[in-house]
């Protein structure tokens, strides 16, 4: 399988792409427009002109941070929980793979030594950012 959507019910808590998910379409989104981080692969040929372009100032209200994590070099075990800090399942993540996280809770377990690009909103919060738990 090259992607897969971690859900919850109808909520869809995680997205992973593997390392080899490859399409022919120009772009691909994993997300919908209404979610606040969007995921997409975007495959284009060489000499492929990508218009310059700026950003608007656009007002947005974000009431949860989501991240993406890319997995640069070894693996790491991602657990996946519920809001109510019930685990759902764990996926092993290598390299080359990435990880939306939009949802409920997660967590994470080197099993080899691990390279990764974590990005998510800002400003950061501090601890008013999170809810830290631990699991039996």
Avoid: W
């Amino acid at each position: 399988m090259y992607h897969e959507e971690i859900k919850q019910d109808d909520k869809i808590l995680a997205i992973i792409v593997r390392s080899n998910f490859s399409a022919k379409d120009t772009y691909t989104f994993f997300t919908n427009d209404t979610d606040t981080q969007q995921l997409a692969y975007i495959h284009h040929p060489a000499g492929k002109i990508i218009e310059s372009h700026i950003h608007n100032d656009v007002k947005r209200e974000i009431y949860k941070t989501t991240e993406v994590v890319f997995i640069k070099k070894g693996k790491l075990k991602t657990n996946f929980y519920t809001e109510e800090k019930k685990i759902i399942c764990s996926h092993i993540l290598g390299k080359g793979d990435v990880v939306l996280l939009l949802q409920g809770g997660h967590g994470f377990e080197v099993i080899e030594e691990v390279e990764m690009f974590v990005v998510k909103q800002g400003p950061y919060a501090g601890e008013n950012d999170k809810i830290r738990f631990t699991t039996q």
